[in-house]
């Protein structure tokens, strides 16, 4: 079964800084896809930032970038500029392979940011 | 248009009762998905249903969980005979394909269920 392994329950940034977010996961598949959400006060869930594993390079979606580092199964995010509406719980998800089951995501158990003025 | 809508928002509900939870999906989206969530923790994976097929319910924790989704489109959760272990946010997820291949999920606002 995969696992997913967020070791820090709270994180703070002044705006307009960088912080990031860990991220680890254990898998035996060789390729599958990593996701960060992000889960306002509002409680909606909403995409960041989406990895495919077996393409080296790195995702970017504006302010959002991750550290993929396959061999390490090591999933980062760094938020650069930081804005008072990152504030949010974060958390880190894998989804298996097509052919390997249901498509479910598998989520860490998150990291509350939060954007201090 | 319309994002995945869940109602109730809030339930609460004395222990041995049976709750009704709906999921209003995005409309066109095959793949539909139930997760539950306990506060301060991340979601966990429920049941999955691809258009009425129901492909994977092995994260039910017990049989008073029971979901469907008849017509493809809406689907409901039911919880039988509440216990306390079952308070929770539900949240539903919808994807548009059955690709598997690491679709986008749209998820609604959750319904908070309280059981006393």
């Known amino acids: 079964a995969q696992t997913v392994t967020q070791s820090q329950p709270e994180m703070s940034v002044q705006e307009a800084e960088t912080v990031t977010l860990s991220c680890t996961y254990d898998?035996?598949?060789?390729?599958?896809?990593l996701f960060w959400y992000k889960q306002p006060p509002s409680r909606q869930m909403i995409l960041v930032i989406r990895q495919e594993a077996y393409k080296q390079q790195n995702a970017t979606e504006n302010r959002f970038s991750v550290n993929f580092q396959k061999a390490a199964k090591s999933f980062s995010l760094k938020i650069s500029d930081s804005q008072l509406g990152d504030t949010a719980m974060y958390f880190c998800?894998?989804?298996?392979?097509w052919g390997a089951g249901s498509y479910q995501l598998t989520f860490g158990k998150g990291t509350k940011l939060s954007v201090i003025p | 248009g319309a994002g995945v809508s869940q109602s109730p928002r809030y339930k609460v509900a004395k222990r041995g009762q049976d709750v009704a939870l709906r999921c209003d999906p995005i409309s066109g989206h095959v793949s539909l998905f139930w997760y539950q969530q306990a506060l301060g923790q991340g979601p966990e994976f429920l049941t999955y249903f691809q258009n009425e097929a129901q492909l994977d319910k092995s994260g039910l924790p017990s049989d008073r969980f029971f979901a469907e989704r008849p017509e493809g489109s809406v689907s409901t959760l039911k919880i039988q005979r509440t216990q306390q272990e079952d308070s929770a946010v539900y949240l539903c997820?919808?994807?548009?394909?059955?690709?598997?291949?690491?679709?986008?999920?749209?998820f609604g606002p959750g319904t908070r269920l309280t059981v006393t």
């Open positions: 998800a894998f989804m298996k392979p």
């Open positions: 997820a919808s994807s548009l394909a059955a690709s598997g291949r690491g679709d986008e999920q749209y």
């Open positions: 898998t035996s598949e060789n390729n599958y896809y």
